[in-house]
C-alpha cells in the first residue's frame, strides 16, 4: 500500500468513525417540561396548571437574571452570559455585546461569538488583547514541482502555526493547506495541470492569529512522463502488504478457484487446450471481457493456476487480434482496454516481449480508434458511457508506464498524450464532479445504475499504482450509506412475490443484490473498510447474501474480518434517516431491526439535473411497506430500453412519478427535432452532462434542492424546492415539505406532505400525482393502496392518503386497461397511452412494479397560488387496518392537521410554516382534540418563539418573539411534547 494512500486512509478512518456515532439531527423531546419557563398557559378542563413544574430553583449559588449585575458568565442563569458591561444578556443574542470595541458580534449556530480585530481574541463576549503580537517567522521555504502535476511547498516557522498555501495560475486565489499548529510545515498541492506555470506563496498564523506570509513564487508543473508509478508487477489493486495478507487466506484463495474453475473455465481443463480456450475466449471478447479478465488474472497470479493463466494469456490474444468495431455498440471497444491493462499487469510473466509489446501497441492504437470514429467517448463526463470510457483508459494505460520506453518514439509520444489525457480528465472533472454530485454517498441514478457509474476500479487503481494524491475520499467510504439506507425489505425470498431489495428510481432494470453490475456492488460495500466502518462491515457480512462472496475481487484482497464482524445500525443508534445533499436523496424508515417491517420513504430533490438514466422527478417519493405502495411507475426493458417512445414520453417524465403537474398548453417538449407528450411536468435542460461549474448555484443545470432536513428521532423532516425543474414560463415556485413521523399509524409512520405550488398563469391546471401498482379505492378525500407480499394472502401493506388541501378539490383516477402510461397531451392536443414498447422482459418484479394506476388530486378553483396537504398512513390488512385520524389547522401563515392514532397511543399536532414572516399567527383547534406533540415547521432558524396554547378554547396562538424561550432548531423546527 502507497504512503500517500495509508495517510489519506487514517485521516478518513478517524473521519469515518466519527460520521458513524453521529446521531443526526436534534430532538428536543423532553417528558417533563416546565411549561411556565416556555411561556404556554395550560387549560385541562378549565384548571389552569403546569404539569411537572414545581417552580423551584436548583439548588447551588445564587445566578442573576436577564439584565442583572454579573462579574463572569457562570453567574448569570442558565442561556445567558455575562457581556462587557458586566450584565446578562442571552447567550444567542448580540443586543448589548459591543465584543469590548475590538470586534463585531454574531449569532453562529445558535451562539453569540464575538469575531475580533487583529492583535485580539474573543473569551466570552470580549475581545482581550493578545499577549503575543508577534507573527511567526518563517524560513527555508521551498516550492518545487514533484510528479506529474504535484507541488509540494515546505517551510518552518520559529514556533508553532498553520500551515497554509495560496496558489493559481496568474493570481494566489486559491488555497489548501492544515490549520495544526507546527513548527515543520509541508503542503502538497494536487488538482493541478501538468506542465503549467503557479503562483506559489506560504502562511502561518499562531495561535493568536499572528500571521506571515512569504512573497509569491512561480512554480511549473512537470510533464505526465515524470508521473511516480510503482515499478514491478502487479501494481494496480494490490502491494507487497495486501499480497501476504491474501496469501494467508488459505481457504478463501481455494474457494476463489472453485468459484472460477466453474464458472469461467467450463470449456475444457486442460491448460493445453489451446484451440479450445481461443474459441471459448472469442465468445468473451464479443460481450464483456472486463468483468471476466480479472479471475483469469487474479487466479492465475495468486493460486499460481496453469489452467486460468493458459485462459488469461489467449483472452489476450483474442483481444489484439479481434477487428476494432462498433457495430455492436462502445461496450466492447472500451472494455477490451481494461481487460488488457489487467491481464498485463497481473500476468505479466506469463507474456513474452512480443506478446508484452503487441499489447501495448493494441492499448494505444485502440484509444486512437476510439478518438477517431466515436471521440466524445473519451470526454471527461462522470455521469455517462465516458466515465468508463476514461476507467477502461486509465487501467490500460498505467501498467505500460515503465514498459513503454522500449517501443518507438512515435508509440511513446502517443502514450504519452493520452495518458495526460485521461489522467487530466480525472484530475479536472471526474473526480471534482463526482465527489461533489456524491457528498455524502448516494449516486444521483439511484440504485440500479449507481454502482456501476460510482465503481472503485479507477480509485483504487491509482492510489495503488501511483505515489502521487490519493484519490480515495469521504465519500467513497461513505458510498454503503445510500444502499444501507435504501434496504427496503430482507433477503429474497425466491419462492414468494419477492419485490427487489432497493428502491427503483431513475432507469432500472432491478435492483436485488444480483445484478449484471454486483461485483460493484460488493465493491462499493468493501470501499467502507478502507474506513474502519464497522456498520460498513456489518452490512458486508450481514446483508448482502453469501453467495456473493468471491464474486468481486474486493472481497478476496482487502476483506480482513470475519463472517460476524461489524455492528449494527440499531445497536450504535443510527439515526433513520440520511440526507445526501446534492444527489437530493433523503431515505426515511422507521426501524433496523427488522427490514420486513420496515416503512420506507424515499424523497429526492437534486440540486442538480443530468440526464443520463435519470427521471424528471424532483421533489418525488416512493413508499415502501411490505412491497411497492407509492411507486415510480413505468418501465425500462419491460416498455423498451433506454430512447424508446415510452421512455421518452412516459417512463422519464414527471408524470410518471408521485411529484407534481402544472400544465402548460403551449409549452413544447421536444428532442432534437422530435416534439415529445407535454404531461405538464418538468422541464428538458439544454445541457445533458454538466460539470462541476454547471452544477453549481449559477450553473446552467443548478437546482435548489434539499433546502432543509433534520432527524429528530421521533420523527423527519425534508423540504424540497424543484422550482428550477420546471420552465420559468409556467412556474415560480413549487417547494414541498414532508414531516415524516414515526409510531403514528399503530406502531407505523405517518406522513404529512405539504406542498406550496405557484403558477404563472392561474388558468395552468395543477395536479398532485400518486402512482400504485394495484388499482386505488377512492372513499371521498381518502385513497387506499394495497400491496401483497405474496407469503400470506391476508398480509398485505396498506396506505391511505387523506386529502385536507386544497379544500375545493377533485380526485381523478387514471389507468388500468388502455390507460396505464396514460398522458392527455402527446404535444399535439391529443392523449396518448404509451404502451407501444411493452413487450416484457420475463423478469417478474419489474414486471409487476412498473404499475398501471394513477390518482390525480387537482383544484377545482383556478388559482395562481395553491397549497396542497395530504397525510399519508400505513397500515395492515389483516389487523390494524385503520387510517390515521387527520383534521386540517390553519391560519394566515400557518397549515397543518392533527394526527390521532387509530390505536390511541399517540397524536400530534403538525404545522407548517411559511417563512420569513413576522409571525404572530392564531389557529382555532378542532373542539375536544388534545395532542402529545407538536411539531412545527418552517420556522426560521435559530429564532425565538413564544406558544401560547389554551386547549380550553381551543386555540394556539404561536409568534415569532426575540423574548421567546422556544428557540426553532438550525432546520427551523420546534418539537415540545405538550402532556
Same mark, same amino acid.
Given at each position: 500500500m502507497t504512503k500517500t494512500m495509508r495517510t489519506m486512509m487514517a485521516k478518513t478512518m478517524r473521519t469515518m468513525m466519527t460520521k458513524t456515532m453521529r446521531t443526526g439531527g436534534r430532538s428536543v423531546r423532553s417528558t417533563m417540561r416546565c411549561f411556565s419557563s416556555l411561556g404556554l398557559a395550560l387549560l385541562v378542563a378549565g384548571t389552569v396548571g403546569a404539569l411537572g413544574c414545581h417552580g423551584d430553583r436548583p439548588h447551588g449559588p445564587p445566578q442573576g437574571s436577564l439584565g442583572g449585575l454579573c462579574y463572569e458568565d457562570g453567574t448569570c442563569d442558565e442561556g445567558l452570559a455575562c457581556n462587557d458591561d458586566g450584565h446578562c444578556v442571552?447567550?444567542?443574542?448580540?443586543?448589548? &455585546?459591543?465584543? $469590548? @470595541?475590538?470586534? !463585531?458580534?454574531?449569532?453562529?449556530?445558535?451562539? *453569540?461569538?464575538?469575531?475580533? =480585530?487583529? #492583535?485580539?481574541?474573543a473569551d466570552g463576549l470580549s475581545c482581550i488583547e493578545n499577549e503575543d503580537q508577534t507573527p511567526p517567522v518563517i524560513s527555508d521555504f521551498q516550492a518545487k514541482a514533484v510528479g506529474s502535476a504535484l507541488i509540494e511547498v515546505t517551510w518552518m516557522t520559529?514556533?508553532?502555526?498553520?500551515?497554509?498555501?495560496?496558489?493559481?495560475?496568474?493570481?494566489?486565489?486559491?488555497?489548501?493547506?492544515?490549520?495544526?499548529?507546527?513548527?515543520?510545515?509541508? &503542503?502538497?498541492? $494536487? @488538482?493541478?495541470? !501538468?506542465?503549467?506555470?503557479?503562483?506559489?506563496? *506560504?502562511?502561518?498564523?499562531? =495561535?493568536? #492569529?499572528?500571521?506571515?506570509?512569504?512573497?509569491?513564487?512561480?512554480?511549473?508543473?512537470?510533464?505526465?512522463?515524470a508521473l511516480l508509478v510503482r515499478t514491478g508487477h502487479p501494481i494496480m489493486f494490490i502491494d507487497d502488504q495486501v499480497l501476504a495478507q491474501v496469501q494467508q487466506k488459505t481457504d478463501d484463495l481455494a474457494s476463489f478457484h472453485d468459484r472460477v474453475l466453474s464458472h469461467y473455465m467450463a470449456d475444457t481443463d486442460d491448460p493445453l487446450d489451446t484451440l479450445t480456450i481461443r474459441q471459448a475466449m472469442d465468445q468473451v471478447t464479443g460481450y464483456d471481457p472486463r468483468n471476466v479478465a480479472p479471475y483469469y488474472a487474479m487466479d492465475g497470479h495468486l493460486n499460481q493456476d496453469p489452467l486460468a493463466k493458459a485462459y488469461g494469456k489467449q483472452l489476450v490474444l483474442s483481444l489484439i487480434e479481434r477487428e476494432m468495431t462498433f457495430a455492436n455498440g462502445d461496450e466492447e471497444v472500451r472494455t477490451s482496454l481494461f481487460a488488457l491493462g489487467f491481464l498485463y499487469d497481473w500476468l505479466y510473466d506469463e507474456l513474452d516481449d512480443s506478446l508484452r509489446a503487441r499489447v501495448r501497441s493494441r492499448i494505444v492504437d485502440t484509444l486512437d480508434f476510439i478518438q477517431e470514429n466515436r471521440s466524445r467517448l473519451l470526454d471527461p463526463?462522470?455521469?455517462?458511457?465516458?466515465?468508463?470510457?476514461?476507467?477502461?483508459?486509465?487501467?490500460?494505460?498505467?501498467?505500460?508506464?515503465?514498459?513503454?520506453?522500449?517501443?518507438?518514439?512515435?508509440?511513446?509520444?502517443?502514450?504519452?498524450?493520452?495518458?495526460?489525457?485521461?489522467?487530466?480528465?480525472?484530475?479536472?472533472?471526474?473526480?471534482?464532479?463526482?465527489?461533489?454530485?456524491?457528498?455524502?454517498?448516494?449516486?444521483?441514478?439511484?440504485?440500479?445504475?449507481?454502482?456501476?457509474?460510482?465503481?472503485?476500479?479507477?480509485?483504487?487503481?491509482?492510489?495503488?499504482?501511483?505515489?502521487?494524491?490519493?484519490?480515495?475520499?469521504?465519500?467513497?467510504?461513505?458510498?454503503?450509506?445510500?444502499?444501507l439506507y435504501g434496504m427496503r425489505n430482507d433477503k429474497i425470498h425466491w419462492d414468494a412475490k419477492h419485490w427487489d431489495t432497493f428502491p427503483y428510481w431513475g432507469d432500472v432494470w432491478n435492483t436485488q443484490y444480483y445484478v449484471p453490475f454486483q461485483p460493484n456492488l460488493v465493491g462499493l460495500a468493501a470501499s467502507g473498510m478502507f474506513y474502519d466502518n464497522d456498520v460498513a462491515k456489518?452490512?458486508?457480512?450481514?446483508?448482502?447474501?453469501?453467495?456473493?462472496?468471491?464474486?468481486?475481487?474486493?472481497?478476496?484482497?482487502?476483506?480482513?474480518?470475519?463472517?460476524?464482524?461489524?455492528?449494527?445500525?440499531?445497536?450504535?443508534?443510527?439515526?433513520?434517516?440520511?440526507?445526501?445533499?446534492?444527489?437530493?436523496?433523503?431515505?426515511?424508515?422507521?426501524?433496523?431491526?427488522?427490514?420486513?417491517?420496515?416503512?420506507?420513504?424515499?424523497?429526492?430533490?437534486?440540486?442538480?439535473?443530468?440526464?443520463?438514466?435519470?427521471?424528471?422527478?424532483?421533489?418525488?417519493?416512493?413508499?415502501?411497506?411490505?412491497?411497492p405502495l407509492a411507486i415510480d411507475s413505468g418501465g425500462y426493458n419491460v416498455c423498451g430500453q433506454w430512447g424508446s417512445s415510452h421512455w421518452w414520453n412516459y417512463y422519464t417524465r414527471t408524470v410518471a412519478h408521485n411529484s407534481m403537474l402544472v400544465y402548460d398548453p403551449n409549452e413544447?417538449?421536444?428532442?432534437?427535432?422530435?416534439?415529445?407528450?407535454?404531461?405538464?411536468?418538468?422541464?428538458?435542460?439544454?445541457?445533458?452532462?454538466?460539470?462541476?461549474?454547471?452544477?453549481?448555484?449559477?450553473?446552467?443545470?443548478?437546482?435548489?434542492?434539499?433546502?432543509r432536513y433534520e432527524d429528530g428521532g421521533d420523527y423527519a423532516y425534508v423540504l424540497g424546492d424543484a422550482t428550477k425543474a420546471y420552465s420559468a414560463d409556467k412556474l415560480s415556485l413549487f417547494q414541498r415539505s414532508v414531516a415524516y413521523v414515526r409510531n403514528m399509524s399503530y406502531d407505523h409512520p405517518a406522513m404529512i406532505i405539504y406542498d406550496h405550488v405557484v403558477a404563472t398563469q392561474a388558468d395552468f391546471a395543477k395536479a398532485y400525482l400518486l402512482h400504485s401498482i394495484e388499482e386505488p379505492t377512492v372513499d371521498g378525500d381518502q385513497v387506499l393502496i394495497h400491496i401483497d407480499t405474496g407469503d400470506d394472502p391476508n398480509d398485505q401493506g396498506l396506505l391511505y392518503q387523506t386529502t385536507l388541501l386544497p379544500e375545493q378539490h377533485q380526485l381523478r383516477v387514471v389507468g388500468g386497461s388502455g390507460q396505464e402510461f396514460y398522458v392527455d397531451d402527446d404535444g399535439t392536443g391529443s392523449p396518448h397511452n404509451y404502451i407501444e414498447d411493452c413487450t416484457g422482459t420475463g423478469y417478474v418484479p419489474t414486471e409487476r412494479q412498473k404499475g398501471a394506476w394513477r390518482v390525480e388530486v387537482q383544484p377545482t378553483e383556478s388559482s395562481a397560488e395553491d397549497f396542497f396537504l395530504h397525510v399519508l398512513s400505513i397500515?395492515?390488512?389483516?389487523?390494524?387496518?385503520?387510517?390515521?385520524?387527520?383534521?386540517?389547522?390553519?391560519?394566515?401563515?400557518?397549515?397543518?392537521?392533527?394526527?390521532?392514532?387509530?390505536?390511541?397511543?399517540?397524536?400530534?399536532?403538525?404545522?407548517?410554516?411559511?417563512?420569513?414572516?413576522?409571525?404572530?399567527?392564531?389557529?382555532?383547534?378542532?373542539?375536544?382534540?388534545?395532542?402529545?406533540?407538536?411539531?412545527?415547521?418552517?420556522?426560521?432558524p435559530n429564532t425565538h418563539y413564544s406558544l401560547d396554547l389554551d386547549l380550553g378554547h381551543d386555540q394556539l396562538t404561536l409568534t415569532r418573539d426575540d423574548s421567546g424561550t422556544l428557540l426553532a432548531s438550525d432546520q427551523g423546527t420546534l418539537y415540545e411534547q405538550v402532556q
Open positions: 442571552r447567550a444567542d443574542s448580540c443586543e448589548g &455585546v459591543d465584543c $469590548s @470595541g475590538h470586534g !463585531t458580534c454574531e449569532v453562529q449556530d445558535g451562539a *453569540a461569538q464575538c469575531q475580533c =480585530e487583529s #492583535g485580539y481574541h520559529d514556533e508553532a502555526a498553520t500551515s497554509q498555501v495560496d496558489y493559481g495560475e496568474g493570481a494566489t486565489d486559491r488555497t489548501m493547506g492544515d490549520d495544526e499548529l507546527v513548527t515543520d510545515h509541508r &503542503v502538497v498541492l $494536487s @488538482g493541478l495541470a !501538468t506542465e503549467t506555470t503557479y503562483q506559489v506563496r *506560504a502562511r502561518s498564523a499562531d =495561535e493568536w #492569529g499572528n500571521e506571515a506570509v512569504t512573497d509569491a513564487t512561480d512554480v511549473s508543473t512537470n510533464g505526465i512522463d463526463n462522470f455521469d455517462l458511457h465516458n466515465r468508463l470510457a476514461n476507467v477502461c483508459a486509465l487501467l490500460g494505460l498505467l501498467p505500460l508506464f515503465h514498459d513503454i520506453q522500449a517501443d518507438g518514439a512515435d508509440v511513446v509520444a502517443r502514450y504519452m498524450a493520452w495518458l495526460n489525457v485521461i489522467v487530466d480528465n480525472f484530475r479536472r472533472y471526474i473526480l471534482p464532479d463526482q465527489a461533489w454530485a456524491t457528498e455524502g454517498g448516494m449516486n444521483e441514478m439511484g440504485w440500479a445504475y449507481a454502482a456501476s457509474y460510482s465503481g472503485l476500479e479507477p480509485y483504487l487503481a491509482w492510489d495503488f499504482a501511483v505515489d502521487e494524491e490519493p484519490w480515495l475520499s469521504d465519500w467513497q467510504g461513505d458510498f454503503f450509506y445510500g444502499f456489518w452490512f458486508y457480512t450481514q446483508a448482502l447474501p453469501v453467495s456473493s462472496t468471491y464474486m468481486a475481487m474486493t472481497d478476496l484482497l482487502y476483506r480482513d474480518f470475519g463472517p460476524d464482524a461489524g455492528t449494527s445500525p440499531e445497536s450504535v443508534s443510527l439515526p433513520m434517516s440520511r440526507l445526501f445533499p446534492h444527489s437530493g436523496y433523503v431515505l426515511m424508515r422507521d426501524r433496523w431491526d427488522d427490514l420486513n417491517a420496515n416503512t420506507l420513504m424515499a424523497f429526492r430533490s437534486g440540486s442538480f439535473y443530468a440526464f443520463n438514466h435519470n427521471h424528471r422527478d424532483m421533489n418525488a417519493f416512493t413508499i415502501f411497506y411490505k412491497g413544447v417538449f421536444k428532442h432534437g427535432s422530435t416534439v415529445l407528450a407535454n404531461d405538464g411536468g418538468q422541464k428538458m435542460f439544454e445541457i445533458s452532462s454538466p460539470h462541476l461549474e454547471d452544477m453549481l448555484p449559477g450553473g446552467a443545470n443548478h437546482l435548489d434542492g434539499v433546502l397500515a395492515d390488512e389483516a389487523d390494524h387496518s385503520d387510517p390515521v385520524e387527520a383534521t386540517l389547522v390553519q391560519s394566515a401563515h400557518l397549515r397543518g392537521a392533527l394526527l390521532q392514532d387509530p390505536d390511541g397511543t399517540d397524536s400530534i399536532l403538525v404545522l407548517f410554516a411559511e417563512g420569513n414572516t413576522d409571525l404572530a399567527d392564531s389557529l382555532s383547534l378542532p373542539t375536544g382534540q388534545t395532542f402529545a406533540h407538536i411539531l412545527v415547521v418552517g420556522l426560521d
